[in-house]
């Protein structure tokens, strides 16, 4: 249907033609079939988090940060001390909003490669009752680890401290229940391993919590108290929704339901993350993160250190094959990234290898 090279980023990704095509309406923002659409992608998301009979979704406009940064404005109160786990770039974002917000924060760093210890996060809150929240990025994308959520929810939850996880890159295919994870809020978007277009983040937010979070929020539109009561009066948004985002999305939930569900696409991205890693391995690549380390959603290659290869050069030859990658965003290891998250395939993963091959056999490298 489309030339469009296969993204094999961390988003926007490749994208289904079902999904594109839902987007050829024009619906209006009062109607009442973009209202029913509307509710059903609220409830969908609150199920895949099993957390419908807890909590609910409050979808806002833009990309994901303004999710996080709407989640932390209206659920952290101004004068409240926070603890934020950093392994990467994402966390670092949670500590930048912070600053802007102008609220009290204190860090736990690990390196890009190492997962935050939940111990450490248990020592910190015992000696600081004026911690009221934890942040902490479930898969980070920086690297592609994955962070021991779990545990540290067990923690958070034992110091009666409240959770929230940015949940962006891994909402979807890994496993994320109420059931199972004491969470009061979890941000995530359209664009990532659900496949729908960019344009809406959302935060599935304990109810009880964004009910008491009123007054808190230091923007009129990334006021999630604010956008839930309005949405909960008449089933609006407050503000231009983004219509034809919200009509891919649905389409893309439904590929989603499709496949089987969260199971059905970790099972997918695990495949494509297995091919990748074995076939660049293969071919002479060395992985930033061992295996069980690593979420099948982005993966970090070591650079060559091969005088012949140059990343532009690289990154060209793949784009000219069909295929675009991710410069590396670390700072303790010189990197390029691949995703495998998207509408690929092992099919679009083998593609890869081969453009890789070619590519490095064109600009004189041998691994
Ligand atoms: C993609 C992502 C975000 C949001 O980034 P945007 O560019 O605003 O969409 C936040 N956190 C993580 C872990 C991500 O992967």
């Not at 940015?166 to 664009?191: K, Q, T």
């Not at 339901?257 to 494509?272: F, H, I, K, V």
Request: aromatic residues 6%.
């Amino acid at each position: 249907m489309s030339t469009d090279p296969w993204l094999l980023t961390p988003g926007p990704l490749s994208t289904a033609g079902e999904t594109k095509e839902a987007m050829l309406h024009d619906v209006g923002s009062r109607d009442a079939e973009f209202i029913a659409t509307n509710a059903r992608i609220r409830a969908r998301l609150l199920d895949i988090a099993e957390a419908a009979a807890t909590h609910v979704c409050v979808p806002v406009q833009g990309s994901g940060t303004f999710a996080v940064e709407a989640a932390i404005g209206t659920l952290i109160p101004r004068d409240g001390k926070t603890l934020i786990l950093i392994n990467g770039a994402y966390g670092q974002r949670m500590a930048r909003i912070m600053d802007v917000l102008g609220r009290a924060y204190v860090t736990l760093e690990t390196d890009e490669d190492t997962p935050a210890d939940p111990n450490d996060v248990d020592a910190i809150l015992a000696a600081d009752a004026d911690i009221g929240h934890v942040l902490v990025v479930h898969c980070e994308t920086t690297s592609g680890i994955l962070n021991p959520v779990q545990a540290i929810a067990e923690v958070v939850a034992g110091h009666g401290r409240s959770l929230l996880i940015d949940a962006m890159s891994s909402f979807g295919a890994i496993e994320l229940s109420a059931h199972d994870i004491r969470f009061d809020a979890v941000m995530a978007s359209s664009n990532k391993c659900l496949e729908g277009v960019p344009g809406m983040g959302f935060v599935i937010v304990r109810q009880s919590v964004l009910k008491a979070s009123e007054g808190n929020a230091h923007s009129l539109s990334l006021d999630l108290f604010d956008q839930w009561q309005a949405m909960e009066n008449n089933g609006q948004w407050r503000f231009t929704p983004p219509t034809h985002v919200i009509a891919a999305f649905d389409a893309a939930l439904d590929l989603f339901d499709t496949e089987g569900g969260q199971p059905g696409r970790l099972a997918r991205y695990s495949n494509n993350c297995r091919v990748l890693v074995d076939g660049m391995r293969e071919i002479g690549f060395k992985t930033l993160l061992d295996d069980d380390l690593q979420a099948p959603i982005i993966i970090t290659f070591h650079m060559p250190d091969d005088e012949n290869f140059d990343f532009q050069s690289f990154y060209d030859g793949l784009k000219d094959k069909g295929f675009v990658i991710y410069p590396g965003k670390l700072t303790v290891a010189d990197s390029f990234r691949m995703g495998c998250i998207g509408a690929l395939t092992e099919i679009e993963m083998r593609g890869a290898l081969d453009a890789v091959r070619e590519t490095l056999s064109d600009m004189g490298v041998s691994l």
